[in-house]
DNA sequence: CTGTGGTCCTGTATGC
DNA sequence: TGCATACAGGACCACA
């Protein structure tokens, strides 16, 4: 489950089960998920069994796992991926992919559809992963930033979405978070970053955290069962949405009807009022 | 450096 | 009932 309230969701799952564990044996189902492992999958299982697992942590959509020998397990979900917390003798869900037996004789499982996302093993990765130091910190974190995050968007030409969705300058925002941000800021996707203020794109950000805190709240976003978290429930978050997915239905501040266009291959939906195109752009 | 487009996959919904 | 097409919460890499 994608963007950072979904992650979360996992991660604070996860952080209920996984300190203390150690993994009894370790089985890779299909190869793809399995990222970065020059010795393959099997030296990957193999190569995991006997650590102990600490606490859970997370930056944007990224998690891992740091074992108590400093190492880290790092997972991305990509589209699709899930973390599920089972009873050995509980069936495979469809698309299991990688799975884990733990000390306390449960089963942590990595399901993934689309196989977008992976696993890989972080040599020394138990901090901050040098895989992902790439990735800008999410409003969540102590240390973010948002006016000077601002500065940096504002000295950029890309569209405003665009921008939001880089996850080198900020990171946890995808596509339905970054539309609904966008709504509360009356914001429209294509106005380039350079052409607002600070203050106006810190407030975006602003707006960015609040909407992903609130949707944390009901456990993130589904739309169906390939966002669940590690008990494979569902969260709430999909009935407050305002424009994601909200074609045609009025906007809940004029009532113009939402719109939904194609921005860089992907769906945005806004509203033609409260949020109209910039001028030059399209 | 910046911006864009293609690609990695499976599965479901919709239209003819 | 096929069969084809569009679309899906993301990241990365090659290229202009």
């Not at 990222?35 to 999958?41: C, E, F, L, N, V």
């Amino acid at each position: 489950m994608p963007e950072l309230p979904e992650v979360e969701t996992v991660r604070a799952g996860l952080a209920r089960v996984l300190p203390g564990r150690t993994i009894t044996a370790a089985a890779v189902l299909h190869p793809r998920p399995v990222r970065r492992h020059i010795a393959g999958p099997e030296d990957f299982a193999a190569t995991l069994v006997g650590r102990r697992f600490a606490v859970p942590r997370r930056r944007g959509k990224f998690l891992w796992f740091p074992f108590e020998d400093s190492d880290a397990l790092v997972a991305h979900l990509g589209m699709s991926g899930q973390f599920r917390s089972d009873a050995p003798g509980a069936d495979l869900v469809r698309n299991t992919r990688i799975v884990l037996d733990t000390d306390d004789g449960r089963q942590l499982r990595f399901v993934d559809q689309r196989m977008f996302g992976g696993l890989w093993l972080s040599p020394g990765g138990g901090d901050v992963p040098a895989e992902i130091s790439h990735v800008a910190l999410d409003p969540f974190d102590d240390r973010f930033d948002p006016v000077a995050v601002a500065r940096t968007i504002t000295r950029r030409r890309a569209g405003i979405k665009t921008l939001i969705l880089d996850q080198g300058i900020v990171s946890g925002i995808g596509n339905i978070y970054a539309d609904e941000a966008l709504w509360r800021a009356r914001l429209h996707f294509a106005t380039p970053g350079e052409d607002l203020s600070v203050r106006r794109v810190a407030t975006l950000l602003r707006h960015a955290r609040e909407v992903m805190a609130e949707a944390l709240g009901q456990g993130g976003t589904s739309f169906d069962a390939l966002y669940v978290n590690v008990n494979g429930e569902s969260g709430y978050f999909d009935r407050r949405l305002r424009a994601y997915g909200q074609e045609g239905r009025p906007c809940e501040r004029c009532g113009t009807p939402i719109r939904r266009e194609h921005f860089m291959n992907r769906s945005s939906f806004s509203c033609p009022r409260c949020q109209p195109a910039p001028r030059s752009g399209r």
